[in-house]
């Protein structure tokens, strides 16, 4: 029975191991996919978000264009009014602010192209070809400044005479200005449309990788699960004769090793002593002996006095040094049904059972003298520690909780610290 018994649980166990191994296997093609989709969304996003960059730039570009001819008309209009029709003057203002408003966006719209700072705070990087149209071949940057700049001159013209030499010199510029600008308009068209297809063919190529990664996963990770459940499935139909004698060799070996892990977590590395881990486990136990079979007990909590002074004078390996031999002196102290703790940095806590106040106020001031006496080397020289205590018995305070407990013997504890240290405080 036991056998079977055995036989059944391996055989959940294997099934368990399966449903990890499937999940795990299929978590994990998931993750694959979630990785690519996600990838390929970003890349999207970016190429999107660069193809609304070009689009501005384009209609920028476009813009650039449209205003350099607004200024060439500006400026023959200007021209017409003043050499033929005089009684157009009052027109001339319009004109005029229309200039000025067309020269001002103008210069905004070649600062923008010339560096690809957008007014969003994006920056657009310039390709090879549109640099050498702003800055090299064609100069558009420069030359679009100089036109700006004069037909400003000419929008704020105060001598008739200056007029007729700047509107030559606007119009002698404009048609070859104007045939550059829209060669960096189809220029901008032309990468813009190369970014497009870009776009297509990326978004093929996405996929592409989406079905090639699922054969992929077909094959490495779904296959591979098949032929896992159909393997199981033969190794249920044998019977494993040493499979009682092995499950009971694992069951204590497991056993052993948690031991062994109970043991290494509840101590403290350094000392040996009992840590935190088990203090507050084993100080209810204690009230619950009292409270069931008046059994006294007992807390002493303890703090080397002025220890920073050792780690900061002496270093820190001075400082264990202290830790233990401190805890050396505690543990030699009480009797073996006794617990040491080691709190904290310097802090200890004993726990004492089926002791009397009067002993409990002897204990405490055994170990208070033992530490004061206590005569430290370093080198050549010596020097000596103190603690301070608090003192909570049973008999003294009622047990309320675990936190009561703790809590009265630290502000116990604290007072010996206030009122000059190397002393044991009883709660009160």
Do not use: C
């Not at 600062?111 to 702003?134: D, F």
């Not at 592409?208 to 992929?216: G, Q, S």
């Not at 296959?223 to 499950?247: A, F, G, W, Y």
């Amino acid at each position: 029975m036991l056998l079977i018994d055995l036989q059944f649980k391996k055989r959940s166990m294997k099934k368990k191991d399966l449903e990890k191994r499937i999940t795990l296997r299929y978590a994990s093609a998931l993750f694959i996919i979630a990785i690519l989709s996600t990838s390929s969304f970003y890349t999207l996003y970016k190429f999107l978000q660069e193809s609304s960059s070009t689009a501005y730039i384009v209609n920028i570009s476009g813009k650039q264009r449209m205003l350099g001819q607004h200024i060439a008309l500006d400026v023959h209009r200007l021209h017409h009014i003043l050499d033929n029709h005089q009684e157009l003057l009052y027109k001339v203002d319009n004109v005029l602010q229309s200039l000025l408003a067309h020269t001002r966006e103008m210069k905004k719209t070649n600062r923008i192209l010339s560096t690809g700072e957008l007014p969003n705070g994006e920056n657009i990087i310039l390709s090879p070809k549109m640099h050498a149209i702003y800055f090299n071949e064609l100069n558009l940057k420069k030359r679009v400044d100089e036109y700006v700049k004069l037909s400003n001159r000419l929008a704020r013209f105060e001598e008739l005479e200056d007029v007729d030499s700047m509107i030559y010199e606007i119009d002698t510029k404009s048609e070859q200005l104007l045939m550059d600008l829209d060669k960096a308009v189809r220029q901008y068209e032309l990468e813009g449309s190369k970014k497009l297809q870009e776009l297509q063919n990326l978004g093929i190529l996405a996929w592409i990788l989406v079905i090639f990664t699922l054969l992929l996963e077909v094959i490495f990770i779904f296959q591979p699960i098949v032929q896992k459940i159909l393997s199981l499935m033969d190794e249920n139909d044998t019977v494993l004769n040493s499979l009682e004698k092995e499950v009971e060799l694992r069951t204590l070996k497991l056993q052993e090793a948690n031991n062994t892990l109970k043991e290494i977590a509840s101590k403290d590395p350094m000392t040996g002593l009992n840590n935190r881990l088990t203090l507050e486990d084993d100080i209810e136990k204690a009230i619950q002996h009292f409270e069931e079979h008046k059994a006294p007990f007992s807390l002493l909590s303890f703090d080397i006095d002025w220890f920073k002074k050792v780690n900061d004078k002496y270093g820190h390996d001075i400082g264990d040094m202290v830790i233990k031999d401190v805890s050396d002196i505690l543990q030699k102290s009480v009797r073996e049904e006794d617990k040491v703790y080691r709190a904290g940095g310097e802090e200890f806590v004993l726990l004492l059972n089926r002791v009397s106040l009067e002993d409990t106020r002897k204990i405490a001031e055994k170990i208070r003298l033992l530490i004061e006496r206590k005569v430290f080397k370093v080198d050549e020289e010596e020097f000596s520690k103190t603690i301070s205590g608090g003192l909570y018995h049973s008999s003294i305070s009622d047990a309320k909780s675990i936190a009561h407990v703790l809590k009265i013997v630290d502000n116990a504890l604290y007072k010996s610290k206030k009122e000059g240290r190397n002393r044991v405080t009883e709660v009160s």
